[in-house]
Structure formats: C-alpha cells, structure tokens
C-alpha cells in the first residue's frame, strides 16, 4: 500500500508538470499491468507452489511474513489512475484583454491488488483480488455525486 | 507556367505545415529510474545452495528490504522504470506515465545459504506512450 501512496505522490507531482496550458488536458498513470480473474485461474489451493505462482505471475510487489514459519503474503499492486483538467475560460482569451481561467478538473485513482496467501511450506492457501479499480475514469464535470 | 505552378505548391506546402506546426504545439518524453538495473550477469553469479548471504551483498550490494517468512530470511531488490509522454497541441493536452518494476527476491535458509533466487522483470515491457484513455 505505501508503494501506490508513493505512486500516487507521484503522479501529481508529474501533473503538475506535464498538464499544459490549453483548453482540456487528459492524463493518466499506470503502474504495472493489471491481472484478470483468468489469469489467476491456475492457481488451485493447496496445490500451486510459490515457484509456478511467480512463473505464471512474475515476481511479486510485496511479501509480508505471517509470523515465524506461519506463512506469508504475496501482493500484486497495480493502478491506473485517470486525471482531466479543461479550462472553461480558456476560449475567451481570444475576445477579452485580461486573461479569464474557469478551470475544472477531476478525476480517478483506480488501485488493485492481487493477494496469494502460502503456507509454511509456500503452498497456496488462499487467493483474492481487492477491487478499486473502477474509481478510474476521465471526469468532465466534478460536481456530479460519484 | 510550370513554375507557377510550383510555386504555389510550395507556398501551400508551406502554409499547410505552418497550419500543423501551430497546433503541434509541442510534446514531451520523459524519463526517470529508481535504483540501479538487476542486471541478469549479477543474477547469475548467484548460486543455489553454494552462494552465501555475504556473496550476494558483495555482488548485489545491501537489498532494499529483508523479510523473514518460513523459516527464510528473504532479500527484496526493486528497481522502477518511468515513461512519460505528452502531447500539446494548442487546443488539447494528452499525457500518459506508464510505471513497471522489476524485482528480485533471493531466499536465504537457516544456514546463511542462497535456497532460491526469483527475478521478475517487467521493465522491458515499458512504453511511452500519450494517448490516455482505452485499455
């Protein structure tokens, strides 16, 4: 999780600096690609080893220790976040002396995560998906309720 | 009569750039790591069950965390790569910031011996890329 805040600092710190001056700017970052529910679908409990995880998978984002030889926690992160800025006032620089910003932004950060749980011999005990990724989307208007 | 003819093809060659220049309003490519490439030479000098926890930091340098799960002392290495692209055009804005890491576990039994080496690179898949929405 604090590799995705870390990310997340990053990707405004990068919007800063990118979003240039005209009428609308679409952004977006992407961290790692997502998994699929099918791309998971090999792993059987309590029969997939951590070794065919990692082949069908890649390595993961994280491991966390459950305790002394109680297993451990494999993540998967990724995230996909969507950022658009229009500056209403944008075309009336053409008719008016003094420059006019109206300018309205939003926007989604979409975080997954991909968890495997193992055993203390790094069998697969337990697998799920923690689901955020819908918050991403380009948004034009930010003052609708969601 | 020809040459007339080439003249105002130049001059419309030339206004039809200026056109496209003027809303081609500029791009950018930007770039930026964090810590150093698992080169896959260094990897492989790694052996299972003969290198020793010593060995992989004098040839991997100290690793960026250390987990003890099952009876392991496990050795993380992380590397992130940046890709950024933008497109100004003098209207709209396109950008996209494609981010991927590459990481290296190395699994260390009881006895200070390497037991399993685990390297996944993800990196090598980064693209610039502009366009923001889609897949």
Redesign the interface.
Known sequence: MFRCCR?GL??LT?LLT???C????????????PIKQEDVAFIELEHTTF?QV?AKL????E????G?????VAFYHFLDA?YTRINYG?PLQFVSPVPVDMILAGGGLGTNMFLVM?D???IAKQQSFAKHLLANR?RLWPFKDN | MQGTITTRGLIATACTLFLCLSLL??C?F?RGTVGDELKQENVDAIKKGVSTRAEVVAALGAPDRI?????HE?F?Y?RYD?K?K?L??????????????D???IFIDKNGVVD?V???K?TD?LEFQFW??GD
Do not use: C
Not at chain 1, 68 to 72: R, V
Not at chain 2, 67 to 71: D, F, K, P, T
Not at chain 2, 88 to 101: A, H, P, V
């Open positions: 990310s990053a990707f990068m990118l979003s240039g005209g009428l609308a700017s679409f952004n977006r970052l992407s961290v790692n690609d070794t990692v890649g390595t993961p984002d491991l966390i220790s459950l002394d030889d109680e297993g451990a969507k944008w193992f203390h011999q790094w380009h | 309003n500029g950018s930007n987990i003890q799960a099952n009876g496990i993380q992380y940046i950024a933008g100004f055009l003098l209207i709209l804005n396109f950008s996209r910031i494609n981010i991927k890491s990481d290296l576990y399993e685990v390297l996944g993800r898949r923001p929405f």
